[in-house]
């Protein structure tokens, strides 16, 4: 309760004593400091003359001080504009000229760009820009590093607006987890600096990716998790957390106010829905509740301290206590009193219409404003609802570009959430809530918003100028303009272009990359942004549907009987499995004008889902149909790819897809195999092996929309809580239920187990033994069954790994059993997800093992994966180059659901990556032939679909899958 909170009047003596030595000076430093503050110099000629001395408090300059800043709104110091050297400027550092640049520089709403510019930076801020005369800069200067930027494309450094960055350090380790605290609601008074933690691995990774400023937040356990704090990433030399503050309030570190300047932007932390709601055993009646309990106990101080200094400011120190009036002050508090002030920025996590219901009343009941609602999955659903916020201005929304459907409160999540936003005039953040989403990959959540519908100026500015706006730090970070924090990232193509990578990243003007690895061969396409498909309908129907529109084909029918022929025209490239991996056909590379698009005169022909011609010249083809239709009944659809392609259907692995609808919803899930080794297992299911064949279920949402991307068939294990988990089944993720014709590639796959050092219950010795005793003792019931089949060659045991250790245990074991059996028994093995796999790629070669990388781009999350091989621009391979280098059969798999249908650009990126190893026909191997290879599904599982793309490739940001050809099911579907 705030009266209790309040400080006590300290005793009568010790005041006086106090009064007695200072009593002159107080008035000088009253006058002094009131007379400095010029907005406040009215106030003085308003201040009546006390009425007696005695009846002042000793402090009563500090008070005045405090009253008359109470309600100043915050921003940088006065002279901030004058600045010729960034306070956060190293000794030390040199100046630098960056020729030649394309510059983005966030103006004009993020339209500005300058063709061919020039940027001097030095002393930690940009002090020139446009045509920068280099021998003045000479005169000046004495000495500039030159960097030629080759017409590169120089943009703003990346601001993630929401990030768990040195609080939820990596790896994960449970002496450095500091993001929420568990030890009440409400609780403003945490700060996230004070876990701030310097030696998380991923500073250096995200800023290879550009990321410059982040928004450090606590986490989202809490209605109130405590103060966010921004912070610049890159190493200074103090070494110390508090060095890494981007303009800190004054509270960081006790400084108080500054009387001639206006206090900096505080940041805090909020969150509704589920999270607080159900960490506290509560609802979210509760959760709201104790917003309003809080923001009634800050309420009540702030209504004190006004009348106070109302007293106070006109002298009538009387009223208020004399010589013992104090300023009611709470340190529990004082940070909720000042978002009554509107002095702190508030993050809110929130996701659903009820939620933002809930705080929207309360900014208005209460008097504040929301800076961002954050994941905020259902914002675009009632955008109306938030222009009602306190104030009248909305919020703005940050949010994921694909992540949804993860928990119940983002089933409703769309992937045209940021288009629908800006489209009804608010603010778009994308952000990463990093280590969740690797912030090294945020340029990519804003690449994948604009493929679904974001303006391009609007993209960009969602990963920079906008947050920059959002955090109050929009006057020094967030453009590329003269005076501003010399925070700048030089790309190796467009940066809306799949795959952009720094080749440079200043931070406060000092070079971050050492021995950059830069790709010269990025496809001069990517220098410009993609032309996005049209998703009108499709956003709409979003709407229309509060976010679970219909994923159905458009238009769907049966192949074979009827002599059905489906002729894609306008076809620009072609891709078709052979030989066990998928190539190229043919493509028309010709180089085409703006109105020229779309016009390859490339032909398909499909009857009964098999391709019956191909040719980049489609007269072949009319020549083929007109004698087919001389024998034959024919009826044929055409189908305009207006430049489009066809393509092996892809196929996912690693995620539980087919064994979930909502992630974290167990109603809605298969759930998880019993540990055998750590938990008890009933005697009916000894010697049995789960098959997840048995637990498939059919049309989530995520299973439709991997196949509307191109993605017609997955593998999946089952969901294990360690050890073994079963046998795994390969499905059509297109499919509506079990017993439709095609809907099962292969009942069973492969058997799974893993071994990992995150393992509770068990050791990695345990665990590699009892995975002996299942290979070598008795082969007993359904188990032994499997595990013979695994013996004699003929399905792949497959192990989830990440430690390169625990791999050479993996392969002395394989090559134990193999020497214990007869001769010439190969055991086939696959690594799956294999963080470390690169360190014993030679190894992993020899022995024959196979490698399914996940995720597919690496982030250290616990200690087995810690060493990692970064790739561009801080290494030159990774993981899979290097293992494809090796000769290794690689694959590339899924984590969550969600991600299914992103395994198209994984695999582009993939290839955009690689230096030219890995051809486009590559790509799509590792998502599709290889795959089928580690898991035991080549052949007789094979995933036979074509996917049609139109306006470009599978793995084009320019183009859209138009349609499945699926001769398994039967079916052409049409999108
Ligand atoms: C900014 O750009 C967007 C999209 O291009 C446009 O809709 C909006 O009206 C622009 N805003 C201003 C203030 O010009
Ligand atoms: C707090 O930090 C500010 C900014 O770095 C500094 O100017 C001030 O002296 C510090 N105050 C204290 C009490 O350490
Ligand atoms: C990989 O295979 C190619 C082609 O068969 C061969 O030339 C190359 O030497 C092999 N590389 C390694 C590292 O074994």
């Not at 398909?604 to 098999?610: A, F, K, S, Y």
């Not at 280098?885 to 299914?900: E, F, M, P, S």
């Not at 990126?909 to 599709?928: P, V």
Request: proline letters at 5%; one cysteine or more; a negative charge.
């Amino acid at each position: 309760m705030p009266e209790k909170g309040l400080p006590t009047p300290a005793p009568f003596d010790q005041q006086q004593r106090r009064r007695r030595t200072n009593i002159s000076l107080l008035r000088v430093l009253s006058l002094v400091s009131l007379v400095a503050v010029g907005t406040y110099v009215t106030l003085l000629s308003n201040l009546p003359s006390p009425k007696s001395t005695s009846s002042i408090p000793i402090n009563a300059a500090e008070i005045l001080d405090k009253c008359a800043n109470l309600n100043v709104t915050p921003g940088p110091p006065k002279d901030f504009y004058s600045r010729s050297q960034s306070d956060r400027f190293e000794q030390g550092t040199k100046s630098v000229l960056i020729k030649n640049a394309k510059i983005w520089t966030g103006g004009k709403n993020g339209t500005e760009v300058i063709e061919r510019g020039d940027v001097l930076i030095d002393k930690g801020i940009i002090k020139a820009i446009g045509r920068v005369d280099e021998s003045r800069v000479l005169e000046e200067y004495g000495f500039v590093e030159k960097i030629d930027a080759n017409a590169a494309w120089l943009s703003p450094g990346i601001v993630d607006l929401h990030s768990h960055l040195g609080v939820a350090s990596l790896p994960f380790l449970q002496g450095a987890s500091d993001t929420d605290s568990l030890k009440g609601l409400v609780q403003p008074w945490l700060r996230s600096l004070d876990g701030l933690n310097t030696h998380d691995d991923t500073y250096r990774l995200s800023i290879s990716g550009g990321v410059t400023t982040a928004l450090i937040l606590p986490g989202s356990a809490n209605s109130i998790g405590g103060q966010a704090f921004v912070i610049k990433l890159r190493p200074t030399s103090e070494k110390s957390p508090s060095s890494m503050l981007l303009e800190p309030p004054f509270s960081f570190n006790g400084s108080g106010i500054e009387p001639f300047n206006p206090p900096r932007w505080r940041q805090l932390k909020q969150a509704c829905g589920e999270f607080p709601s159900q960490i506290y055993s509560g609802t979210r009646m509760d959760n709201i509740w104790s917003f309003r309990e809080g923001y009634e106990t800050a309420r009540k101080i702030k209504v004190q301290q006004d009348d106070f200094c109302s007293a106070a400011l006109s002298g009538d120190w009387g009223t208020i206590g004399g010589s013992s009036a104090k300023f009611p002050e709470d340190l529990q508090w004082e940070a909720l009193v000042d978002v009554l002030r509107g002095r702190v920025k508030i993050q809110n996590h929130c996701y659903e219409a009820v939620d933002l219901d809930g705080i929207i009343r309360l900014t208005n009941e209460f008097g504040f404003k929301i800076a961002a609602f954050h994941h905020a999955h259902e914002t675009y659903l009632v955008p109306e609802l938030l222009k009602k916020m306190f104030g009248g201005e909305p919020p703005a929304a940050a949010l994921f570009s694909t992540g949804a459907r993860y928990k119940r409160e983002a089933y409703r999540g769309s992937e045209f959430a940021p288009k629908i936003l800006a489209e009804n005039g608010l603010a778009v953040v994308m952000k990463s809530d990093h280590p969740l989403l690797d912030s090294r990959y945020l340029l990519h959540e804003a690449q994948q918003a604009h493929y679904f519908g974001l303006p391009d100026n609007l993209a960009l500015a969602a990963v920079t100028t906008t947050p920059a706006k959002v955090m109050g730090q929009d006057h020094r970070i967030g453009y590329v303009k003269e005076g501003y924090d010399a925070d700048l990232v030089l790309w190796d193509s467009h940066p809306l272009s799949l795959g952009a990578t720094p080749k440079q990243v200043f931070i406060d003007g000092i070079a971050q990359l050492e021995h950059p690895h830069v790709i010269s061969d990025k496809p001069l396409k990517s220098q410009k942004a993609p032309e996005t498909p049209d998703w009108e309908e499709e956003a709409r129907a979003a709407v229309q549907w509060d976010g679970l529109p219909p994923l159905g084909p458009k238009e769907s029918f049966r192949t074979g009987s009827d002599g059905q022929v489906v002729m894609f025209v306008n076809v620009e490239s072609m891709y078709a499995r052979s030989g066990g991996r998928v190539v190229q056909v043919f493509e028309d590379e010709t180089e085409r004008s703006l109105d020229e698009k779309g016009t390859a005169n490339g032909v398909v022909l499909v009857r009964d889902g098999e391709v019956i011609c191909s040719s980049l010249i489609g007269k072949e083809c009319l020549e083929k149909l007109e004698r087919l239709k001389e024998t034959a009944e024919i009826q044929v659809k055409v189908v305009d790819l207006e430049g489009g392609s066809l393509a092996p259907g892809l196929v996912s692995y690693g995620s539980a897809l087919g064994l979930t609808h909502i992630t974290s919803e167990s109603s809605t899930n298969d759930g998880a195999v019993i540990n055998p080794l750590t938990g008890n297992v009933p005697s009916i299911l000894r010697e049995s092996v789960v098959r997840a064949v048995d637990g498939l279920m059919f049309e989530s949402r995520n299973a439709l929309l991997a196949y509307r991307s191109g993605v017609t068939s997955a593998i999946t294990a089952p969901v294990s809580s360690g050890f073994l988990s079963g046998l795994s089944t390969a499905f059509s993720t297109g499919a509506p239920h079990g017993l439709a014709e095609g809907a099962i590639l292969k009942e069973t796959a492969a058997l799974h187990a893993s071994v990992s050092m995150s393992a509770s219950g068990a050791s990695v010795g345990t665990q590699v033994g009892a995975l002996r005793k299942v290979l070598l003792g008795e082969k007993k019931g359904e188990l032994g069954k499997a595990v013979q089949r695994v013996l004699d060659g003929v399905i792949p045991l497959v192990v989830t790994v990440n430690s390169a250790d625990i791999m050479a245990s993996l392969i002395h074991l394989k090559k134990e059993v193999e020497d214990t059996l007869d001769e010439g028994i190969k055991i086939r093995m696959t690594f799956d997800k294999a963080a470390e796999a690169h360190l014993v790629a030679k190894e992993i070669a020899e022995a024959g093992v196979g490698v399914v990388v996940s995720p597919v781009r690496a982030l250290p999350m616990a200690w087995e994966q810690r060493r990692i091989l970064a790739g561009p621009p801080l290494t030159e391979d990774t993981a899979i180059t290097k293992l494809l280098k090796h000769n290794v059969t690689v694959g590339i798999g899924a984590l969550d659901t969600w991600d299914v249908g992103n395994a198209r650009f994984d695999a582009a990126w993939i290839s955009l990556d690689s230096s030219g190893l890995i051809s486009k026909a590559d790509a799509l191997s590792l998502a599709s032939t290889n795959l089928e290879k580690l898991l035991g599904t080549e052949g007789e599982g094979e995933n036979t679909d074509w996917v049609a793309t139109r306006g470009g490739s599978l793995l084009d940001y320019e183009a859209k899958v138009a349609g499945v050809v699926s001769s398994r099911r039967g079916v052409v579907d049409l999108f």
